[in-house]
């Protein structure tokens, strides 16, 4: 299982951030990384280095486990729901980003004003990038349970609702107003019909 999830995770790398940065560079001139940058919140700090800490640590499962230097939780281990699991996250994940266009962003710039993206997978939920990358990291840890897996999960997780809720959220909301509020107010946060902003402004983070 150690080399099927390396080859997955080398796959889901190199699509998710590889190739959909290429394609924003190709299209717009700049590969569209806007997470931590200078002046960001601690929120969105934390979220970042959260997010880099769930990648280095997702690559770290496979390889410590090929050298054995970490073992499986075999109790936890379901190989062939764990790979149909990773399978659609990383191709939900890729679409999801497609489908946002020139919009897509990793992180939030205030300084900018993109487009608000509605329609297709953003219908149903508001945020199905993040949506299909726990799904990604969800499959792996149980194709590959293993400490590294569990916990690039959990690292992911986190920085993804410190990043949706306290700097995406309220950026959104300043940028967009009542057409963000109509769309958050009938669509989930990250699953269908959970997680619905009321007319309260969200909290805007700070350092």
Request: no cysteine.
């Amino acid at each position: 299982m150690p080399k099927l999830t390396l080859a997955l995770y080398v796959l889901y790398l190199a699509l998710a951030f590889g190739l959909r940065s290429w394609l924003q560079w190709r299209r717009t001139g700049e590969a569209g990384f806007r997470l931590g940058a200078s002046g960001a919140s601690a929120a969105e700090r934390a979220g970042a280095w959260l997010l880099v800490l769930s990648l280095m640590l997702g690559l770290a499962a496979p390889v410590l486990a090929l050298l054995g230097a970490m073992p499986t939780f075999a109790a936890l281990q379901w190989p062939i729901v764990g790979t149909l699991l990773a399978l659609a996250g990383i191709a939900g994940t890729l679409h999801a980003q497609l489908e946002m266009g020139a919009s897509w962003r990793v992180g939030v710039d205030p300084s900018e004003r993109t487009a608000l993206r509605t329609d297709g997978p953003f219908r149903f939920v508001r945020n199905p990038i993040f949506s299909w990358m726990i799904l990604t990291a969800a499959g792996l840890a149980l194709l590959l349970p293993n400490a590294a897996s569990l916990a690039a999960l959990a690292a992911l997780v986190i920085g993804v609702e410190l990043q949706v809720r306290l700097v995406e959220e309220p950026y959104l909301w300043r940028i967009h107003g009542a057409a963000y509020a109509r769309w958050a107010a009938a669509t989930g946060r990250f699953v269908p019909g959970i997680g619905r902003l009321g007319a309260e402004r969200p909290r805007q983070s700070s350092d």
